[in-house]
């Protein structure tokens, strides 16, 4: 699931080492570093090594890991791999609370009806890895299929991506 967005996306970034700790999961899922494809396997690689992936979830691997991770009051034992996003599932419904925290705006839209909550903010030019493909953001969404948890990820989203969800949008959700 993960390494099929290899290809398309193997021109982002920099060759990261694999985390030291648990709390480099939280790090990336604030964006430190910016969201690349290779940070992000070799996050995947790390986790892999310490957990196996819950795949019940069609569009995401999650990691439990036994140690407790998180910074700043938001607490977590899951690391989320979601199509272009590396993040962590925090206890309870804190989208909010991670919007005031991190500074993030109410989104647009609702991600084609998958979040009930959601905010983000888009890194500053000179974090942006590679602009002229897409946008890298700090996203927090509550969502009913995520059921006492928020996530908190680094997202990327193409050009192209973000052209059709502009359209969705423009369209009335139809």
Not at 130 to 141: E, K
């Amino acid at each position: 699931m993960f390494r099929s967005h290899v290809p398309a996306l193997a021109l982002l970034g920099t060759v990261l080492p694999a985390p030291a700790s648990a709390n480099a999961f939280y790090d990336a899922a604030i964006c430190k570093p910016p969201y690349t494809m290779e940070s992000a396997t070799a996050l995947y690689e790390a986790a892999e090594k310490r957990a196996k992936p819950d795949t019940s979830m069609l569009t995401a691997y999650v990691y439990t890991l036994a140690e407790e991770l998180g910074q700043d009051g938001f607490k977590t034992r899951q690391v989320v791999f979601a199509g272009t996003a590396t993040g962590v599932l925090i206890e309870g419904l804190r989208a909010d609370a991670l919007a005031e925290h991190y500074q993030l705006t109410k989104e647009r839209s609702s991600v084609f009806g998958t979040s009930s909550k959601g905010y983000a903010r888009a890194l500053p030019p000179e974090q942006q890895p590679q602009s002229d493909m897409g946008t890298v953001s700090i996203v927090a969404r509550e969502s009913p299929s995520l059921p006492g948890k928020t996530l908190l990820a680094c997202e990327f989203v193409s050009k192209a991506d973000q052209a059709a969800l502009d359209a969705f949008a423009r369209s009335g959700g139809k």
